[in-house]
């Protein structure tokens, strides 16, 4: 084998492999594609599926092999009565009306049995697709006796007609259907599906109430996540969902304590400080006025705004209760406010103006948002939509705007750019990391853009 045929077959072997691969991942996506995605129904499916696989081996098992045996037996011992009573026909002639036989096969057998005339033998009509009983007969009647014949198994629900010609006449013969067939199969049908019926019944309630906890908690964990209380919520269910529900209350727990703490401590702080900073106003007070003096005011007072921006910034929106709040009122005291301080503002919003929201955090986090516009943009557009899943705050500008690079980057507490604009509203860069921190408390976020007036776009979506 030279070297170029051993490259081409393992070539050719790369290539399989590489299409067999594709071939997977393209079934395996598809079969993903197909499977529900939730819990409920995919639980719903384990139990479905092997039952209904187990009941389609037992039906073909008994349909093929015990119903259609009994059948073919019933129907053989059936004609084997007849080919018997055929041969007592021609074995005794003597019995000129047949009166023997027709007692012989009613009081042995369980067989009617009258004689027609030589001709009075029907054309073969249809066969029935799906008649295992005439299928049966017709094979055993062939095979026993081979003469000519005529059944009818669907003509009376009750009985079996069979005629068979003789050389002087046509035996016709009434047999039970039951002695024929083995009629129970309905019978384990209706009972097979009946009881998977109330199975399936019984496994549909039982698995609600179980995936209830579960969503339960999904539903309280999104709540925490959106800044809302979940009252109501207690661990329920099965062990396991009690056990993640009892996480997560302690973790909720932890999470509120390091707030509270948190808080506590910058109350404390701020308090120190705001007393240091009143007595230096009061000292300069005392002072008098000169340049000097007026400088050390400015100083103070710009101290005394980077302290409370540090201090909203660092206590978040933590005690305030969400509620139901009217988002077109709130944009349009934004607007009223813009326009005060002399900016060409605009508001339109679409959909249902009421949304569950914590009112003065969430209007604070939109209030910096319209401040930072308003410090480099003469006019402001702003627009908000609410739909079935989420409420979009669009704030849009004229001004410079901010490099796409660093679109991310302003969102870090105190960063300030010095090339094109300034965040924040107190001059200390918290101004977009305190509106994205509310933003987020609420389960969404903000996000930068290009706007259609020419500067910057900032995007607030939060769920509903």
């Given at each position: ?74 129907s053989q011992a059936v004609v084997q009565d007849v080919a018997a009573l055929i041969d007592i026909y021609k074995a005794y002639p003597q019995d000129k009306d047949r009166t023997q036989l027709r007692r012989i096969a009613q009081e042995r057998l369980g067989l ?37 014949f005529w059944i009818d198994t669907v003509g009376r629900s009750s009985v079996v007609e069979i005629r068979i010609k003789l050389d002087d006449a046509v035996m016709r013969v009434y047999a039970q259907r039951g002695a024929a067939y083995a009629s129970n199969s ?279």
């Amino acid at each position: 084998m030279t070297a170029g045929t051993l490259s081409a077959g393992l070539a050719f072997i790369r290539n399989a492999a590489r299409r067999v691969s594709a071939a997977s991942g393209w079934l395996g996506r598809w079969f993903k594609d197909l499977m529900p995605k939730g819990l409920y129904a995919r639980a719903l499916l384990i139990i479905i599926v092997p039952m209904v696989v187990l009941q389609s081996v037992v039906a073909f098992v008994f349909m093929e092999r015990h119903w259609n045996t009994v059948t073919r037996r019933l129907s053989q011992a059936v004609v084997q009565d007849v080919a018997a009573l055929i041969d007592i026909y021609k074995a005794y002639p003597q019995d000129k009306d047949r009166t023997q036989l027709r007692r012989i096969a009613q009081e042995r057998l369980g067989l009617v049995v009258d004689f027609l005339p030589v001709n009075d033998l029907p054309p073969p009509g249809p066969k029935p697709f799906f008649s295992l009983l005439d299928q049966s007969l017709s094979v055993q009647i062939s095979r026993q006796i081979g003469r000519p014949f005529w059944i009818d198994t669907v003509g009376r629900s009750s009985v079996v007609e069979i005629r068979i010609k003789l050389d002087d006449a046509v035996m016709r013969v009434y047999a039970q259907r039951g002695a024929a067939y083995a009629s129970n199969s309905e019978i384990f049908i209706f009972w097979m599906l009946g009881t998977s019926s109330i199975l399936l019944i019984v496994a549909v309630l039982f698995l609600r109430n179980q995936i209830k906890p579960i969503l339960r908690l999904a539903d309280a964990a999104e709540s925490f996540g959106k800044g809302r209380d979940a009252p109501d919520f207690r661990p329920r269910g099965a062990r396991e969902v009690r056990r993640a529900s009892l996480a997560f209350l302690e973790m909720k727990t932890r999470i509120e304590r390091s707030i509270e703490q948190r808080t506590a401590m910058l109350a404390g702080v701020s308090h120190d400080l705001r007393t240091i900073l009143t007595r230096f106003k009061l000292e300069l007070a005392l002072i008098g006025d000169s340049p000097e003096v007026e400088g050390m005011r400015k100083d103070v007072d710009e101290m005394s705004g980077m302290l409370e921006a540090y201090l909203s910034f660092a206590r978040g929106d933590s005690g305030e209760k969400a509620q139901p709040t009217d988002m077109e009122q709130a944009l349009e005291e934004l607007r009223s406010d813009a326009e005060r301080h002399g900016h060409a503002a605009t508001v339109t919003f679409h959909g249902l103006p009421v949304v569950i929201v914590k009112p003065a955090a969430f209007k604070r986090c939109l209030a910096n948002l319209v401040s930072n516009a308003a410090r480099h943009a003469d006019a402001i557009a702003i627009t908000g939509h609410r739909d079935h899943r989420y409420l979009t705050v669009t704030v849009d500008d004229d001004g410079p705007g901010i490099p796409l690079e660093m679109r991310e980057e302003v969102f870090k507490p105190f960063l300030r750019l010095d090339d094109a604009r300034n965040q924040d509203e107190g001059g200390s860069g918290l101004g977009l990391a305190i509106a994205r921190d509310i933003a987020r408390s609420h389960g969404g976020d903000i996000t930068l853009g290009d706007s259609p007036m020419g500067g910057l776009r900032a995007t607030v979506r939060v769920p509903v």
